[in-house]
Each structure stands twice: as structure tokens, then as C-alpha cells.
């Protein structure tokens, strides 16, 4: 029975995270009215003409030193002409010829342990395209313009994946370098990142390249990972019947789990490019580089190696933590005003990862204020409130980012340390229960836990677990 390979190489398509569009100053906001984001020059209007946000080519270049590019110093714009309604101009205004970045590549762990480069062919800066609104009851659609004209940048891989973890793999840690990097927010529900997968299939050993075909309609890594799964069975069913893959375009339905064809591939003649003539070539300066270089942020892999020796915490806590930067963000900034690393790590690893998957959030959405948890393992410490009270105060900041001490203060929430005041309670608890008393003597030491719960409860949780306990055992000598 013959053995097939499956060849991967992905085109993903990153939202910049500008405030304005790539050759006009109108707003990048997610949302909004239908064409409330628009000007005559990203609507495609007779006589209006681009002009290149700086802000674009600085992203393009920061992503392209991160990911081991060459980046050209002397690059220019193309027109890539198609008719589409939801291209206003018939052309879309990206890169051919002399993309912004080549010949990259990053490092990915595969399935095995190993280590494994994923090459860049190029990253190119394009202009996005608007959104068509198809009408589920009639016969028509409608044609949205405000994501006409939000900055683009392609990353093209080569086809060096092998498999639907490989391709996960890539794109996870794609997706962290430009997060860090702050040059997208990459959120795939979005849309602000998008990969379309090329995919072919040869047998095991062959240097030859089978047909491929572009699958399209991916947001979400589930969809990604079930649509390579799908296009290779499928292939794999043609060729063991003889038939032949043809080269085309097709869109994944992630409800149905299947693909259909939308049009034949098209090459890049069939665009009939050529150099934009509304836009000077962009002359990247050594000096200019080179600040942009200097500017880079610590990555996640630097930072992952940093947490371990500076902060002294478990290499799979700092792993987790590493692995989204808002996380980081609130680990460094909690970090550096209450300098408690593993409390603070012990909040997030638990608690925050807890309210997360109840909640069914992710890190970015997370709007508690670091200060404020940091003043809430402040107050543990100072064991001011314990450990039950914390978990309750710590809901509170989570959900409405209320101020601890205050909350604390307003609700009756202090621990109860008078040593008088404790020590009448337990005396009454130990007279109230002579059979549990009776069974600690008796050897039976859990039945101390019993009294503390009732020590506890009498005191609306407000007691210190320590110092009843402690009492207690005094007691019951």
C-alpha cells in the first residue's frame, strides 16, 4: 500500500494594529456602522491617491527582523488587478516584486521533541480588501468598506510543514512574536489574523511536488487543524482512484467539516501586475533600520529564559505565563510592586487560569489592574484577610477590577486576630462538641479539622487558619 506525504506552506495575512489605514487617515476600529470608516481614497474614488503610513513599513520591518528576514532597503508597491465587488478600485495596491522582507525562517519544536526551521519565502505589506454582507433571505449583498484599506502584512511560508501539528506549531509561535512585538492584536475571531493553507500530496520519498490547492474561510485554530485533515483524505481518495487533484481554490465549512471548490488557483500572471505609479519606492536607511532594530522588545523566548533565573519560578509556570503577553504584562508589572514572583505566579497559574475557563475568556480580555493584585497579596501577607477571604476579594477584582483594600475595609472582610476574642469562640466550639474532643484524644487527629470548620464558620471565615489551629491544639492537650 503506498504511503503519502502531506506538503504544507502557508500564506497568513496579519491586521496591523495602526490606528489609521495604510494610504489614508481613516480609523482601523474593528466594528462600527457599515462604511462609517471610509474617504474617497480607500472607496477606490476617480483622483484620489494613496500616501503610505510610516507607521506600517516600521510593523512590516519589526516583524521581519524577528522572524531572521533580509529586509530590502530599496522596496516599492504593485498593483494587483482583479474585479471583485468588494474591491473598490479593481486593483489592490501590495507587493511583487520587491517585498519589504525575505528569506526568513523560525525555529518550531515538532511532534517528536525536535527542533525544526519553518522557512519564509517573503513578508509583503498590501492594503485589505472591504466585506461583502450576503443577504440569507434574498438575493442580494451588500458591500461594507471599513476594512478597505487596513494595513496587511503577508507572511508566505515555504512549503516545509508536514503535518497539522506542524502547521499549529508555526503559527502559534507566529502569532506570539508579532503579539510581543505589539504589531497585531492576531485575534483570529476577528479576522486580524487569517491563514490560507496550500496543501499537496506526494508519496513518501518523492522530491516531486503534487497539485495543491488553497483552502481559504480558516479562523480559528480548530478549523485550520480539521481543514488540513480534511483536503488530505480527500487528495489522497482522488489520487488512489486515479483521478487527478486539480489546482483551484476552495473555502472550508467548518460546520459541515468539508470543503468546496470556489474557483481555479490563480498564478501570478493572472493579476497582471505592475509597479503602482500613485507611490515612490520606500527607501529604508541603515540608520533607520537600525533604530527600529534597537527598539525591539524581548521576546518570549529571551523572557521565558530570563523569568527562571531572575524571578526563580518553575520553568513550566514561566512557560505558561510566557505563553500570552498579557499575562507577562500583569506578571512584571504585579512583580514589580509587591516583589513576590511566585505569590504572583501562584495567582495567575491558579485562580486566573480558574476564572478564565469558567468565564470561557482569553488572557487579552483579562481587566484587572495589576495594582490590584498586587495590593491583594499585600494584604495576605500582611495577613490582614486568609486564604478563603483572598479567593473571594480576588473574584471581585477579576470581574469588576474593585480595589481590595477597600473592599476589605468596607466589608467587615479583616481577619480576626485579637487573641481574646478567638480564644472565647474556640473555648465555646471545644465545649460545644465533647465527642470531637473526645476522638482527638482518642488518637484520632483529623477530628481537629472538624473543630476548626466550626471555629471558622462561627467566625464568618474571618479567623486565621494558623492561629486557630495553634489555639486549638493548646486546648486540647
Known sequence: MKQFETVIGLEVHVELATKTKIFCACSTEFGGEPNSHTCPVCTGMPGSLPVLNKQVVEYAIAVGLATNCKITQNCKFDRKNYFYPDNPQNYQISQLYLPICRDGGIEIETEEGGKKVIGIHEIHMEEDAGKLVHDEWGESSLVDFNRSGVPLIEIVSEPDMRSADEVIAYLEKLRLIIQYLGASDCKLQEGSMRADVNLSIREAGSEEFGTRTEMKNLNSFKAIRRAIEGEKERQIDLIEAGKEV????????????????????????????????????????????????????????????????????????????????????????????????????????????????????????????????????????????????????????????????????????????????????????????????????????????????????????????????????????
Not at 510592586?337 to 486566573?352: G, Q, R
Not at 465555646?428 to 471558622?456: C, H, R, W
Open 246 to 477: 486539480i489546482q483551484e481554490t476552495r473555502r472550508w465549512d467548518d460546520a459541515k467539516e468539508s470543503s468546496y471548490a470556489m474557483r481555479s488557483k490563480e498564478d501570478a500572471q493572472d493579476y497582471r501586475y505592475f509597479p503602482e505609479p500613485d507611490l515612490v519606492p520606500v527607501i529604508i536607511s541603515d540608520e533607520w533600520l537600525e533604530e527600529i532594530r534597537q527598539r525591539q522588545p524581548e521576546l518570549r523566548a529571551e523572557k521565558l529564559e530570563r523569568y527562571k533565573k531572575e524571578f526563580n519560578i518553575p520553568e513550566y509556570d514561566a512557560g505558561i505565563i510566557t505563553s500570552n503577553k498579557k499575562l507577562a504584562d500583569i506578571f512584571e508589572e504585579t512583580t514589580a510592586i509587591c516583589n513576590n514572583p511566585k505569590k504572583v505566579s501562584n495567582w495567575l497559574m491558579v485562580e486566573t487560569m480558574r476564572l478564565l475557563k469558567e468565564h470561557d475568556m482569553e488572557p487579552e480580555q483579562i481587566t484587572f489592574a495589576p495594582e490590584n493584585l498586587a495590593k491583594l497579596i499585600q494584604l495576605t501577607d500582611a495577613r490582614a484577610i486568609n486564604s478563603t477571604v483572598a479567593k473571594e476579594v480576588f473574584e471581585k477584582v477579576f470581574r469588576d477590577n474593585i480595589d481590595p483594600e477597600k473592599y476589605v475595609e468596607e466589608n467587615g472582610l479583616k481577619t480576626v486576630s485579637d487573641d481574646g476574642a478567638l480564644r472565647s469562640t474556640i473555648e465555646k466550639i471545644v465545649e460545644e462538641n465533647p465527642q470531637s474532643v473526645e476522638d482527638y484524644k482518642n488518637g484520632k487527629k483529623k477530628a481537629i479539622g472538624f473543630l476548626v470548620g466550626q471555629t471558622m464558620k462561627a467566625m464568618q471565615g474571618k479567623a486565621d487558619p494558623g492561629m486557630v489551629n495553634q489555639i486549638l491544639t493548646e486546648l486540647l492537650q
